[in-house]
Nanobody
């Protein structure tokens, strides 16, 4: 049974940093990604990491967000720096491309101005 559990979301001030994590079980080694959904908007792709560790961040977030994985712990992290109020969203991890059945509860990130 696949389980993806996101954690680390918090309320932070603009300009701050935060790291969110995703603990994966039952999924083996897969390309993984972070997605986010802001209030009133569709869920969007944020960043992905391949099985071999090659990363890609969506253009608008490049330079502020980085993705990394700890294969030994089957965990994927998203490091977010210089946060802005528009980064406020629920952050989800999933495979890349995403599987409908794998969406979890996400973790709330709120950036105050």
């Amino acid at each position: 049974q696949v389980q993806l559990v996101e954690s680390g979301g918090d309320l932070v001030q603009a300009g701050g940093s935060l790291r969110v994590s995703c603990a994966a079980s039952g999924i083996g080694t897969r390309a993984m990604a972070w997605y986010r959904q802001a209030p009133g908007k569709q869920r969007e792709f944020v960043a992905r990491i391949s099985i071999t560790g090659v990363t890609s961040v969506t253009n608008s977030l490049r330079g502020r967000f980085t993705i990394a994985r700890d294969s030994a712990k089957n965990t994927v992290h998203l490091q977010m720096n210089s946060l802005k109020p528009e980064d406020t969203a629920v952050y989800y991890c999933n495979t890349y491309p995403p599987q409908t059945a794998y969406w979890g509860q996400g973790t709330q990130v709120t950036v105050s101005s």
